[in-house]
T-cell receptor
Framework: AQSVTQLGSHVSVSEGALVLLRCNYS??????LFWYVQYPNQGLQLLLK??????LVKGINGFEAEFKKSETSFHLTKPSAHMSDAAEYFC??????????????FGKGTLLTVNP | DTAVSQTPKYLVTQMGNDKSIKCEQN?????MYWYKQDSKKFLKIMFS???????INETVPNRFSPKSPDKAHLNLHINSLELGDSAVYFC??????????????FGSGTQLSVL
């Protein structure tokens, strides 16, 4: 069965600083990997996804993530944090292990706060 | 226009009551989902329907009964509510049939508080 582990439930950065949110996955088959963002009192929105094409994936709002099979990682980065990036970020993995339908399994989330 | 809309946004009720949450999507998607997000923000799938047929049914108490009258609607009925049911429930949809790996579109959530 697939799973993801997000290291750090809370990350705090200064405005303009590098954002690094860590995600490691476990999957018995080649995974599809996602990052979703949840702003306060809203549903989740897709930031980016990896589907076995390029290992460096660019998403919305200047975020990108790199798939590293050797490290089983899919960390999310942004060169310069903006106040509007403050939100909860979820890493997720999807595969068909255990059935014929894709199932998305989420990590426990990382709260990003951005200080002025 | 809201793509995935769920009602109500807030639901406060007593233990033992029965309540329903409604979800509608106007995206023409084939697959709809219910997710539960607990107080620690952990998000877990409960059910998934494709064209009104149940395709994913996680280990959820049978007090929870999803109903899909058509592929644009997936409602969640909960019987005999318990304190542990307090959470935010998210509806979502995707274009795929469940056998493809599509992006999910989420509603804005229903915060259920059981007193």
């Amino acid at each position: 069965a697939q799973s993801v582990t997000q290291l750090g439930s809370h990350v705090s950065v200064s405005e303009g600083a590098l954002v690094l949110l860590r995600c490691n996955y476990s999957s018995s088959v080649p995974p599809y990997l996602f990052w979703y963002v949840q702003y306060p009192n809203q549903g989740l929105q897709l930031l980016l996804k990896y589907t076995s094409a390029a290992t460096l994936v660019k998403g919305i709002n200047g975020f990108e993530a790199e798939f590293k099979k050797s490290e089983t990682s899919f960390h999310l980065t942004k060169p310069s944090a903006h106040m509007s990036d403050a939100a909860e970020y979820f890493c997720a993995v999807s595969d068909r292990s255990g059935g014929s339908n894709y199932k998305l399994t989420f990590g426990k989330g990382t709260l990003l706060t951005v200080n002025p | 226009d809201t793509a995935v809309s769920q009602t109500p946004k807030y639901l406060v009720t007593q233990m033992g009551n029965d309540k329903s949450i409604k979800c509608e999507q106007n995206l023409g998607h084939d697959t709809m989902y219910w997710y539960k997000q607990d107080s620690k923000k952990f998000l877990k799938i409960m059910f998934s329907y494709n064209n009104k047929e149940l395709i994913i049914n996680e280990t959820v108490p049978n007090r929870f009964s999803p109903k899909s009258p058509d592929k644009a609607h997936l409602n969640l009925h909960i019987n005999s509510l318990e304190l542990g049911d307090s959470a935010v429930y998210f509806c979502a949809s995707s274009r795929g049939t469940g056998t493809t790996n599509e992006k999910l579109f989420f509603g804005s959530g229903t915060q259920l508080s059981v007193l």
